[in-house]
C-alpha cells in the first residue's frame, strides 16, 4: 500500500512506458502513410473514435469501479481480522486457568495469521503481479516479506515440533490449526478447567475466524471475471488501434489556417495527441489490473503483512513476550506490505 501522498508523473510515466512505446508507433504508422505516401484514403471519421471511446470510457469506469470494491473488501475483512485477533488474545488470557495454555492459543493464532498470509501470497495465473512493469517496479522500490522468508521458519517460534511437522504435512495448513485451536478447548472443559460460557464464547471466536479465512480465499481465489476483463482489454486497445486513423486527417484540415513552419505538416501533430489520449485510457486500465487481487503482492496490495505483525506484538505484549520482539517491516519507498 502506498503511503504517500500520490504517486509521481514520473512513477507513472515509467511504469506505462513499454504501452507508451507501442502507442508511439500505433501513431507514427498512419501519419507516416498519409503524410508521406499521400494514402489519404486511410483516414477513418471523427465519428468513429468518439463512439469507440465513450464505449470504452464506461467498460473502463466499471472493471475500475469493480476492482476498487474488491480492494475495498479486501480492506474491511482484514479489518475484522485484527479485531478479532484482538479479542482472541485477550479471552485466551483470561479464561483458561493456565497461563501456559493462553500462551499456546495465541502463539498457535499467530502461526494461523502466518500460514494465511503465505497462502494470499501464492501466485495464481491471472494475477499480474509478475508482470513485466510490476515486477520491475516491485524490484526497485520494495520486497515482499512471504517471498523472502519460507513459512517454516516463521512457524518454528510458535508451534511446538510435533504441531509443526503436522501443519507443514498438510494440504489445508490454516483450517488445520483452527481445528487444534477447537480440539484444545474441548480438552479444557471435558477437564472442566474451562467454564461453559467461557468454551462458548472461544468456539464462537474460532468459527468467526473461519468466516473471515473464507472470506479472503473467496477474493484470492475467484478474480474479476475473465470475459470482462477480456473484453475490456481489446476495446482499449482497438480504440488505442484506430484513434490515429481518425485523427490525422481532423489534424490535416488545420493545415489550411496555418502559416510558417508547421504549414503542411500539422498531421504529425497527430501522434503526441493519439498517444496522449490513448495513453490516458490504457493507464487507467493498467491501474484497475493492478488493483484487482489485492494479496497478489504489489505496491496497491492491502498491507496484511504489516497488520500480522502489528497483531504479533500487542498479543505477544500482553504475554510478557515482547522483550526483544523484532519490530513491525518499516515501510520501504514508502510502500507498505
Known amino acids: 500500500m502506498k503511503i504517500t501522498r500520490s ?13 507508451t512505446y507501442i502507442l508511439l508507433v500505433l501513431a507514427a504508422i498512419p501519419a507516416t502513410l498519409y503524410q508521406v505516401f499521400g494514402l489519404t484514403w486511410i483516414a477513418a471519421p471523427w465519428s468513429v473514435a468518439v463512439l469507440l471511446g465513450t464505449a470504452t470510457s464506461f467498460i473502463v469506469g466499471f472493471k475500475n469501479s469493480q476492482t476498487y470494491q474488491r480492494t475495498v473488501e479486501a480492506q474491511q475483512v482484514w479489518s475484522s481480522i485484527v479485531g478479532t485477533s484482538r479479542y482472541w488474545g485477550l479471552i485466551c488470557r483470561m479464561f483458561p486457568t493456565q497461563t501456559a495454555l493462553s500462551a499456546t492459543l495465541i502463539h498457535r493464532h499467530l502461526a494461523w495469521l502466518a500460514v494465511l498470509r503465505h497462502q494470499l501470497r501464492q501466485p495464481r495465473i491471472w494475477e499480474s503481479a509478475n508482470s513485466r512493469a510490476n515486477a520491475e517496479y516491485r524490484r526497485k522500490n520494495f520486497t515482499v516479506h512471504e517471498h523472502s522468508m519460507s513459512l517454516e521458519d516463521e512457524l518454528q517460534s510458535l508451534l511446538n515440533e510435533s504441531e509443526l511437522h503436522q501443519v507443514l504435512g498438510t494440504q489445508n495448513k490454516a483450517s488445520l490449526l483452527l481445528a487444534l485451536q477447537s480440539e484444545d478447548l474441548r480438552a479444557l472443559y471435558a477437564r472442566q478447567e474451562l467454564a461453559v460460557l467461557h468454551h462458548t464464547e472461544l468456539q464462537k471466536t474460532i468459527k468467526e475466524l473461519l468466516d473471515q479465512h473464507s472470506r479472503v480465499e473467496r477474493i484470492k481465489n475467484f478474480p474479476y471475471p475473465r470475459q470482462y476483463a477480456t473484453i475490456n482489454t481489446l476495446f482499449v486497445w482497438c480504440f488505442a488501434l484506430l484513434l490515429p486513423f481518425c485523427l490525422v486527417r481532423e489534424f490535416d484540415r488545420l493545415n489550411d489556417s496555418v502559416t510558417g513552419l508547421m504549414a503542411g505538416h500539422m498531421v504529425w501533430l497527430s ?43 500487542e498479543l505477544k505484549e500482553m504475554l510478557g513476550e515482547d522483550a526483544g520482539l523484532a519490530p513491525a517491516p518499516a515501510p520501504h519507498q514508502k510502500i507498505l506490505l
Open 7 to 19: 504517486y509521481t508523473l514520473a512513477e507513472f510515466l515509467d511504469w506505462t512506458r513499454r504501452k
Open 271 to 313: 501522434i503526441p495527441f493519439s498517444v496522449l489520449i490513448a495513453w490516458m485510457y490504457l493507464s487507467l486500465d493498467q491501474v484497475g489490473e493492478s488493483t484487482e487481487n489485492p494479496f497478489e503482492g504489489g505496491a496497491n496490495d492491502v498491507p496484511i503483512t504489516h497488520l500480522s505483525r502489528v497483531i504479533e506484538h
